[in-house]
């Protein structure tokens, strides 16, 4: 098991969290090709990442989130509709 903390700040990534919060707590995780970027499209994300549970949130300074997740021993691939 690998456990990995997390700062969530992009308006978009926070309320995906947040749903799944609400649900399973299951989230895929990709990396972003331009980590500056303020809003995000899908062509901007890599599509080879991995799955996540997230173990624990909490609000961190600024709108933020911080999120811990238990992450999945495998890649997986994600497409965008």
Known sequence: MVIMPLVVGIPQSIRLVEDALEGNR????????????????????YNIGTAGRIFFATEGPGKMLQVVVELSASRSRFYSH
Do not use: F, H, R, Y
Request: charged share 20%.
């Open 26 to 45: 299951l989230i895929g995780l990709v990396a972003m090709k331009d980590a500056s970027a303020e809003e995000v499209q899908p062509q901007m994300m």
